[in-house]
Nanobody, 122 residues
Framework: QVRLVESGGGSVQAGGSLRLSCAAS????????MAWFRQHPGKEREGVAC???????SYADSVKGRFTISKDNAKNTLYLQMNSLKPEENDMYYC????????????????WGQGTQVTVSS
């Protein structure tokens, strides 16, 4: 089992940047598919970026060119660098992991963190 703890959320003005971190503990982290999701109150959880065990990366169209997902296996940490943030990205961001194959940006992951809030003001 994997335990995921997100950090790095906070308040930023539109156009600003934040870097989210997801610290993972537990057996087999390096062989897990990982992803970042976000959720606005009253809306479905949305896949933002994902990275497979083979290093394949995908992004939601809305964040391409602005967000970067990366993984440091030595530190058991997943990152999401977010640049040029927009007010509509004012969401709770979640880290997710799964040892099995999943559709990369779909809400199908087995393990989830508690989330970290990102607030973007205009």
């Amino acid at each position: 089992q994997v335990r995921l703890v997100e950090s790095g959320g906070g308040s930023v003005q539109a156009g600003g940047s934040l870097r989210l971190s997801c610290a993972a503990s537990g057996y087999g982290y390096r062989s897990y598919n990982m992803a970042w999701f976000r959720q606005h109150p009253g809306k479905e959880r949305e896949g933002v970026a994902c990275i497979t065990t083979f290093g394949g990366i995908s992004y939601a169209d809305s964040v391409k060119g602005r967000f970067t997902i990366s993984k440091d296996n030595a530190k058991n940490t997943l990152y999401l660098q977010m640049n040029s943030l927009k007010p509509e990205e004012n969401d709770m961001y979640y880290c997710a992991a799964d040892p099995a194959w999943v559709r990369c940006l779909r809400n199908e992951y087995e393990y989830w963190g508690q989330g970290t809030q990102v607030t973007v003001s205009s």
